[in-house]
């Protein structure tokens, strides 16, 4: 899949109208991603931890990318979106986009920390490199999301974004 596919016919104006619904509906980043994982549209802004996690290459590739290839796989294979959180914690939801059986990629959303669930601030100290006592700054400052809105949302954004999908035919 080329990222022309799913922007090739002047869709990418309704796509960031999407992204931007999500995003305002969730408090979270909302990305369009192809089947690889690159990031072909995003809205929203990081929260320091994530900022920082994205500054380092290593940390990039074990905390983003790994959990963003483990959740596209899931979604992929379940056709369902797939909520989970990434192996410092934060929530990310992937809703797989497909059209004639073929996938095409995601609408993504993270960013937030899970509602009753603790950042481990020795873990994030460990991935960036830093002092436990910033870590434990960062991580107070996450903003957080319900699990049960991110789930009801995901079911509920599905037929939206898979209609602008079909669309695009």
Avoid at 20 to 27: F, I, K, P, T
């Amino acid at each position: 899949m080329s990222e022309n596919e799913l922007l090739s016919d002047g869709s990418e104006g309704k796509w960031r109208e999407v992204l931007q619904d999500l995003a305002g509906e969730l408090g979270m980043v909302a990305t369009l991603v192809d089947p690889e994982g690159k990031i072909l549209l995003h809205i929203g802004d990081y929260t320091d931890v994530c900022v920082r996690v994205r500054k380092r290459q290593e940390t990039l590739a074990f905390i983003c990318g790994q959990t963003s290839q483990v959740l596209m796989k899931q979604a992929e294979k379940s056709k369902q979106p797939v909520v989970d959180v990434c192996q410092i914690g934060l929530c990310k939801m992937v809703i797989p986009l497909f059209r004639g059986g073929r996938f095409l990629g995601a609408v993504t959303a993270c960013s937030r920390a899970l509602v009753g669930e603790e950042l481990d601030p020795f873990l994030v100290a460990q991935e960036l490199g830093i002092e436990e006592k910033d870590a434990l700054e960062l991580v107070q400052s996450v903003p957080q999301v319900d699990e049960g809105r991110v789930q009801d949302v995901a079911r509920q954004w599905t037929e939206r974004v898979q209609a602008l999908v079909q669309k695009t035919d």
